[in-house]
């Protein structure tokens, strides 16, 4: 395995050690370690649409335009009334449903109506076959939905937070309402909503790890592929069942990323909070 | 019409499944959750970091992934520990290890809870309660323990809704046995018979929906309760806040 290493530097490392880097190192490890892009990816969009879904959804709250208002609100009991898993087992199978639905109404014949036998979909032209990218996005969107409604909550109180004579200030020196909204009210927002806007981060990331959920080789799965007792022909069994080691180490790691992303946010808080009076900071 | 009574009464039995899983958790976890708590509190510096940590993990890892694990290594330690002791059959069963992980959980979300309302207590009480000469018991018992309980009771209650909805993932990461099968399972086996998605998963959300609701008004009787001395009686919500 590690017949490219000088002589010496292997006696150094001894069997033992090279045992585990080749095996920490084969190919299925190595697929393991690049799996971490989709639960990075779903993490990062997913949060992304979380915090725009939750601009959205304050900004409905905040309308005075009372059908909005009701949209809005009821935008972010609903979504927070039932699981999160429910949510996200739900949405891409409709959606998915949907698009085949407005697919069938354009590519059905009354032929291949009557051919089919299955109950759905309506016709095989207009089946959608999902792969992992397609799955991916829409678990982001899924989890930006669910999370959006946790966000609008957020910032909704995080708009309230703001000083009443900043806005003031800001109408007199003759901006429109937009504008004001946009450069200052938005703006301004920021530094309320920073703490709840950092729960929620959390909650995206533990809930990245429902990926497996929708047929996404992400880490989860990977792991259990990994633990699975493992039978080599010309090696023997390599181990017996190493699952939980391997959770293990996804229990750990996930601990690693709460700890660095509260690090990480309370640098931002301090960074956004600079010359903005906190009495919870004192 | 029909069709929707239908769902709703072959959805009724798996509902038990999940109002089981939580039922049976929470009394557990809220002892567990104090004792947590008051570790935490500790002027003792290891137990205090031990159930510091201990909390820190169980909060910043998800639930998913502590399923996985608790149930691999009980599996592990079938043949070594379980078989010879003869306790193999139940040990194993998702009816028995889902509540426990579900327990350790909630033990760290609630636990966070009741730290925080402990710190909350005021600290003129607990002075006058060493005024009177009242031992620490004493003063837990009639000072510490019945502010604490009454600061933290409108955030358990939420974390009581959450730990219902985190009862739909048990049998993601734990096998079906015997055609125990709770609200969500049922609604994806129901959803591959007939693909009729909307019905099925909404049904689900709705006993989702009602039992967080008839939750939040048994905890909002206690509340009532609890709060009884007040001359203006406070009123509970029902606004899931996530803080899991």
């Known amino acids: 395995m590690f017949d490219f290493l000088p002589q010496w530097m292997r006696d150094g490392l001894g069997d033992d050690v090279l045992f585990w880097l080749g095996y920490l190192t084969n190919g299925k490890h190595l697929t393991w370690y690049a799996s971490l892009q989709f639960t990075v990816f779903a993490a990062v969009f997913g949060s992304l649409l979380a915090v725009t879904f939750g601009l959205l959804g304050a900004t409905l709250k905040n309308s005075t335009f009372p059908p909005a208002r009701l949209i ?3 935008y972010a009991s609903i979504v ?20 085949e639905w407005v697919m069938a109404s354009q590519v059905c014949t009354p032929e291949t109506l009557a051919a089919q036998s299955a109950a759905w979909p309506p016709c095989k032209e207009a089946n959608w076959l999902l792969s992992t990218p397609e799955y991916l996005v829409m678990a982001s969107v899924s989890l930006g939905i669910i999370y959006g409604a946790f966000a609008t909550n957020v910032i909704h109180g995080a708009l309230r937070a703001v000083p009443k004579g900043q806005l003031e200030a800001a109408r007199a020196y003759g901006m429109s309402a937009s504008q ?23 909650l995206i990331i533990k809930a990245t790890s429902l990926l497996s959920l929708l047929q ?5 799965l990977w792991a259990d592929r990994l633990g699975a007792p493992n039978f080599l022909k010309s090696v023997g069994l390599v181990h017996d069942d190493w699952r939980w080691r391997y959770y293990l180490v996804l229990f750990v790691f996930y601990i690693l990323v709460t700890l660095v992303s509260e690090k990480g ?11 903005i009076l906190d009495e919870s900071r004192r | 019409m029909d069709i929707f009574l239908n769902e709703l009464a072959a959805f009724a039995p798996a509902a038990l499944f999940n109002i089981y899983f939580a039922a049976a958790s929470i009394p557990v976890g809220f002892v567990l959750a104090v004792l947590f708590a008051l570790g935490k509190g500790s002027p003792n510096p290891w137990i205090s970091r031990l159930s510091r940590a201990y909390i820190y993990a169980f909060r910043g890892s998800p639930l998913f992934i502590q399923f996985f694990m608790f149930y691999s290594l009980a599996l592990s330690l079938n043949i070594s520990l379980w078989k010879p002791w003869g306790v193999s059959g139940w040990v194993l069963h998702p009816l028995f290890i889902g509540p426990v992980v579900l327990i350790l959980n909630t033990a760290a979300y609630s636990a966070e809870i009741f730290y925080g309302a ?7 009480e607990t002075e006058a309660a060493r005024a009177y000469g009242m031992s620490r018991w004493q003063q837990f018992r009639s000072v510490t323990w019945p502010n604490m309980i009454r600061l933290a009771w409108p955030a358990y209650t939420n974390e009581v809704v959450f730990l219902f909805h ?10 079906v046995i015997d055609n125990q099968m709770d609200l969500l399972v049922t609604a994806k086996s129901r959803f591959e018979k007939d693909y ?6 909404s049904v689900a959300a709705l006993y989702f929906l009602a039992v967080s609701l008839v939750v939040f008004f048994l905890f909002g009787l206690v509340y009532k309760r609890l709060m009884r001395h007040m001359p203006v009686q406070p009123r509970m919500r029902f606004a899931p806040k996530w803080i899991r």
Do not use: C, K
């Open chain 1, 265 to 275: 946010f309370n640098v931002l808080m301090r960074w956004a909070g600079r010359g």
């Open chain 2, 118 to 124: 402990l710190r909350a207590v005021p600290r003129g």
């Open chain 1, 180 to 202: 004001v909204l946009w450069r200052i009210h938005i703006r301004q927002m920021w530094v309320y909503a920073l703490p709840g806007l950092s729960n929620v981060w959390m």
């Open chain 1, 72 to 74: 809005g609100t009821i």
């Open chain 1, 80 to 99: 927070r009334g039932v699981p999160d898993v429910l949510f996200f087992i739900f949405f891409p199978l409709a959606f998915e449903q949907s698009v």
């Open chain 2, 166 to 175: 985190a009862t739909a993932i048990v049998y993601f990461a734990l096998p």
């Open chain 1, 216 to 220: 996404i080789a992400d880490i989860v």
């Open chain 2, 196 to 201: 009729n998605t909307f019905l099925h998963f």
